[in-house]
Nanobody, 123 residues
Framework: VQLQASGGGLVQAGGSLRLSCAAS???????????MGWFRQAPGKEREFVAA????????DYADSVKGRFTISRDNAKNTVYLQMNSLQPEDTAVYYC??????????????WGQGTLVTVSS
């Protein structure tokens, strides 16, 4: 597994979780060269973009639905990207996937998907 996501779980509405995604293998060796991002897929829904961060952490991008509540960050020394999720709501319930690519909103042939981690928000 080149991108291993972790940190999901069950949380009450209004609570917080911090997801991590650690890169290894080829994804780890090239970690500093790529943007990183998060997508999510709720039951019965299409996968959707959540957040992205440039290779150097200098720029971030968020879906409107999470702006102001979620924060993406990365530690290139640890080959890890994070997603801090605050003020969680039941509609945030989904499997969250990390991704490595040159561009996050627009997929390129270089894209690598990580394993998902389940976030469940109870009302």
């Amino acid at each position: 597994v080149q991108l291993q996501a972790s940190g999901g779980g069950l949380v009450q509405a209004g609570g917080s979780l911090r997801l991590s995604c650690a890169a290894s293998g080829r994804a780890g060796r090239t970690f500093n060269s790529y943007a990183m991002g998060w997508f999510r897929q709720a039951p019965g829904k299409e996968r959707e973009f959540v957040a992205a961060i440039t290779w150097d952490g200098g720029s971030t991008d968020y879906a409107d639905s999470v702006k102001g509540r979620f924060t993406i960050s990365r530690d290139n020394a640890k080959n890890t990207v994070y997603l801090q999720m605050n003020s969680l709501q039941p509609e945030d319930t989904a499997v969250y996937y990390c991704v490595q690519d040159h561009s996050i909103r627009s997929e390129t042939p270089a894209r690598t998907w990580g394993q998902g981690t389940l976030v469940t928000v109870s009302s």
